[in-house]
Structure formats: structure tokens, C-alpha cells
């Protein structure tokens, strides 16, 4: 129960994991791939993520540095993970979608709130692979706290029939794949409200870690819809994570 929480990265609610926790470890791994198709789904998945980067290079932005772009992003990853546990991801608000900046502040107070302190280790090698684009409108970002709200509308991408133009003034939208171990640690801390039945700062949980060694999608946003005009030859691009996936 605590490992499906935390694997999600939101980490479920401080009063769901505030509960029940004794002493304990778990680790989450994907399970090991036969070495045959691994080498035909790394050619595969190769093959989609070049069709992608020319796909963006051809019709949005002649610039576009893939191998840049997901240096940024491993950077960006390590980033969200590590200080959305620490008082010091407040640092984040430019990096993230309202909406997840939002649901990173009341997790964190959550947990302070319940007498609990938890941290995120992201492994060393932390790979990235790009696996799908998609184009938002202002009204679609709405969902995400972002752009305004309009009935009706959700996540899509820019459909048949809009014309050569049917992406210009949507929110480009990159989901990436990132592979490393995360190690979530949660420990007690002196000075919580309590749970039903435990008093302030009395409470019998000890300390519980997670190792977490499964793929991660992320979605990545621009911070601005594209111009009106594409595709541009260098794109002065700002992305924000949007979600993870």
C-alpha cells in the first residue's frame, strides 16, 4: 500500500502514509526483459524517438538539440524529485505547471503537519529517452492550472482538418522516459499534530524506505504557446515540468 503511493511520486497523502508505518523496507523493480527483445525494443524505441526529434526539427523548430534537450531534462528530474521533499521546493514554482507546484506544497506541508520528514535519493545514471509529443491549447492547459478554463475541452492533440497552422498557439508537450533507483526514506519527526489515536508528537511509527527502480513517464511543457508562425528556425524555447505521467 505505502509502495503504491510513493510510486506514483505525489507520494500519496501525509495521513495514508502517517498510518500504520513501522520499520520496514520495500523495494520496486521492473521485472528483467528477455535480451533478445531488449535489443529489438532499444531499436524500436530508438527509431520512435528519432521520428519525434525530426518530426519537431521539420514542423515546430529547426534548432531543436535533442541530446540538449534531454540533458535539461535528467537535470530538471533530478531536480523535482530531490527538493519537492526539502523546505527548499519553493525553488521549483518556475519549473513546474501550477497544478503540480500546488499538489508538491501541500504534500510536503502534509508531511510536516503529520510529525513526518521524508527524502528523495535519485540514483547517478539517470537515463532519458523521448516517447511522445503532443499539443495543448491554452484552454486545455487549464487543467493543469494553467492558461483559462473553456467547457468542455481536455487533453488532446491538434486533430485532422485545422490546417498547416493547427499547432501554432498550443503548448507543446514532450513525454519523456527516465530510468534510475529512487530511494524514498521517511522518518519521524518530533512536533506533529497526530493521528486518530496518537497524540501530538507521539507517534509509533519508526522509519520505513522505498527503493524504487521502475521507469517514470514525465511530461514536459513550453512555458508559452508556439508562435504563429512554424516552424521557426531557432525557437527560444522555456519548458516546465507538467506532470508525471
Not at 545514471?125 to 467547457?151: H, K, N, W
Amino acid at each position: 500500500m505505502l509502495a503504491a503511493q510513493i510510486k506514483s511520486h505525489i507520494l500519496g497523502s501525509a495521513d495514508t502514509i502517517s498510518q500504520n508505518v513501522k520499520a520496514w523496507d520495500i523495494t520496486l523493480s521492473s521485472p528483467p526483459r528477455n535480451p533478445i527483445w531488449a535489443v529489438v525494443e532499444d531499436y524500436l524505441v530508438g527509431h520512435w524517438q528519432s521520428m519525434i526529434a525530426q518530426f519537431i526539427q521539420t514542423r515546430v523548430d529547426h534548432s531543436f538539440d535533442l541530446d540538449g534537450f534531454l540533458e535539461s531534462a535528467r537535470d530538471a528530474y533530478w531536480a523535482v524529485n530531490t527538493l519537492s521533499t526539502t523546505s527548499d521546493y519553493e525553488l521549483l514554482r518556475p519549473m513546474m505547471s501550477k497544478g503540480l507546484y500546488s499538489a508538491t506544497e501541500g504534500i510536503y506541508e502534509g508531511f510536516i503537519k503529520k510529525g513526518l520528514q521524508y527524502s528523495v535519493t535519485v540514483g547517478e545514471d539517470i537515463t532519458a529517452r523521448l516517447c511522445g509529443v503532443q499539443f495543448l491549447s491554452p484552454a486545455q492547459m487549464s487543467e493543469y492550472g494553467e492558461g483559462e478554463a473553456e467547457a468542455g475541452v481536455g487533453e488532446g492533440t491538434g486533430g485532422e482538418g485545422e490546417g498547416e497552422n493547427a499547432m501554432s498557439g498550443k503548448h507543446m508537450v514532450l513525454t519523456v522516459e527516465f530510468g534510475s533507483s529512487i530511494t524514498v526514506d521517511i522518518v519521524n519527526k518530533e512536533g506533529g499534530e497526530g493521528t486518530e489515536g496518537t497524540a501530538a508528537g507521539e507517534h509509533e511509527h519508526e522509519a520505513s524506505t522505498v527503493v524504487d527502480s521502475s521507469p517514470r513517464l514525465v511530461k514536459f511543457v513550453t512555458a508559452e504557446p508556439l508562435p504563429g508562425t512554424l516552424p521557426q528556425e531557432d525557437l527560444d524555447v522555456t519548458w516546465k515540468v507538467l506532470k508525471f505521467a
